[in-house]
């Protein structure tokens, strides 16, 4: 646990009494759905945002397009899955305690948290799904970029994690989000285009459009466009 200081002179630990603070002056009703959020709410609305995104990604107008495009949405839960792997020897190497163990005067929102506090893992998984996001598609990843950093202010504001659990959380979802990208689309992106040319799984990459709209659209636009008279009404 070394340069991890737990004294109250350090400024990590005057931040978390401060945002911990705000639980104890906040009506009771409120604290508790911010814990919700912050334990269950927040990740479910990430995963929620991930599906609204492949959704989207399948309408791209070619296959290959959707396939790249799917094959980034893919990325951003596996991202967060092998970020929360690499966390558990970090964990085990700095073996730091949780705040309300070294702490007094704590409003603790979420019991029963026996494991050590850095880095956190629902700021690792909210950084890397965010992040991952960002990867496929900016609008989509600059709201999950934001819900992870609301993920970060909730565990601080439970009194379950210092602000630099949540910091390295963040650090480390967003190292192996970005990182392992080029790697991850490399391999990914010829898997999802291959499940596109199946029959069974098609729909999963690729929502093609509907038979004859395209061609419908071209002709369409190859119409003239409305005009005067008529040239013969003219000759005539």
């Known amino acids: 646990m070394a340069g991890l200081d737990t004294t109250g002179s350090n400024p990590d630990v005057s931040l978390l009494y401060d945002i911990n603070g705000l639980a104890e002056d906040s009506p009771a009703l409120l604290a508790k759905t911010i814990a919700f959020a912050g334990e269950y709410g927040l990740l479910l609305a990430l995963v929620l945002l991930v599906v609204w995104c492949w ?8 296959l290959d397009d959707a396939a790249s495009s799917v094959a980034a949405v893919v990325w951003a839960p596996l991202a967060a899955g092998i970020a929360v792997l690499v966390n ?41 799904l965010g992040v991952g996001l960002f990867v496929a598609n900016r609008k989509f990843g600059l709201v999950g970029i934001a819900l992870a950093l609301l993920e970060g202010f909730c565990r601080v504001f439970m009194g379950v994690h210092y602000p630099t659990d949540v910091v390295g959380g963040f650090a480390l979802g967003t190292a192996v989000a970005l990182l ?49 008279p008529d040239e013969r009404d003219l000759a005539a």
């Open 180 to 228: 392992l990208s080029p790697l991850a689309m490399a391999l990914l992106t010829p898997v999802a285009k291959a499940v596109g040319r199946t029959a069974r799984g098609g729909w999963l990459v690729w929502a093609k459009p509907a038979p004859g709209a395209e061609g419908e659209a071209v002709a369409e636009l190859a119409q003239p466009a409305a005009s005067g």
């Open 88 to 128: 558990v020897p970090i964990r085990g190497f700095v073996e730091r305690r949780r705040p309300f163990k070294d702490h007094d005067g704590l409003e603790i929102l979420v019991h029963g948290k026996t494991d050590f506090s850095f880095v956190s893992d629902h700021a690792t998984l909210a950084m890397a």
């Open 55 to 62: 959704w989207g990604q399948r309408k791209r107008g070619s």
